[in-house]
Structures are given as C-alpha cells and as structure tokens.
C-alpha cells in the first residue's frame, strides 16, 4: 500500500521560505513521476513542480527561480525548498506519485496516489 505524508508548511511573511517534504513508503514503480501540487480556496488544482526517475523536472511558470524540488532515494522523500514566497503561493499543497506510462508514444503520469495535503500561508 503506497502512503505519502508530507510535513513543512506554516506560517510566513513575504519573500519568506519554507521546504516542504514528502515521505513516500510503499511505492515501487519503475519509471515513475512525483510531484507537488497546490490548491487554493476556490481555484482548481494545479502543479507546481514535477520530477521523473529520469530526473527530468518541470515547473509552473510562477514557480521558475523561486521553487526547487529534489529528491532523496535513500530517505524515500520528495522535498519542495520554496524561496521568495509571495501572498499567492498561499494553498494547500500535495505531493503525489505515479508509474509514468507511455501513452501515444509520449511519457503520461497520471497521478493515483497522493498525500493528505500540508498548509503553506503567505501573509503580505
């Protein structure tokens, strides 16, 4: 059974920073894709950052310079290191994990397991 747990978020003033991670027990796939994502009241669901067992990352355009994620194989965790917070980073943020599959001949994470969420405000 595949469990992801993450802890890190609070409380911080603007341009602040935090490190958010994520323990991962139970997940075995190879090749696999995990990410960050974040929800704010009344907004949809979005990523943030993602990385494969490749090693290949993206961000969300708002996130580039601002947002790194890495991961520790050893320690089973996918961190998020968040630097110059602003008041719109303010969300909800959830770690998630997948088997990256290959649809239509291009890789595709769909993402199935995911953690309870961990706060992270902003205040202006």
């Known amino acids: 059974q595949v469990h992801l747990v993450e802890s890190g978020g609070g409380s911080v003033q603007a341009a602040g920073s935090l490190r958010l991670s994520c323990t991962i027990s139970g997940f075995t796939y190879r090749p696999y894709c995990m990410g960050w994502f974040r929800q704010a009241p009344g907004k949809e669901r979005e990523g943030v950052a993602g990385?494969?067992?490749?090693?290949?990352?993206s961000y969300k355009d708002s996130a580039k310079g601002r947002f790194t994620i890495s991961q520790d194989s050893a320690k089973n965790t996918l961190n998020l290191q968040m630097n110059g917070l602003k008041p719109e980073d303010t969300a909800m943020y959830y770690c998630?994990?997948?088997?990256?599959?290959?649809?239509?001949?291009?890789?595709?994470?769909?993402?199935?397991?995911w953690g309870q969420g961990t706060q992270v405000a902003v205040s202006s």
């Open positions: 998630a994990a997948a088997p990256r599959l290959v649809v239509d001949g291009s890789p595709s994470c769909e993402y199935k397991h």
């Open positions: 990385i494969d067992s490749d090693g290949y990352i």
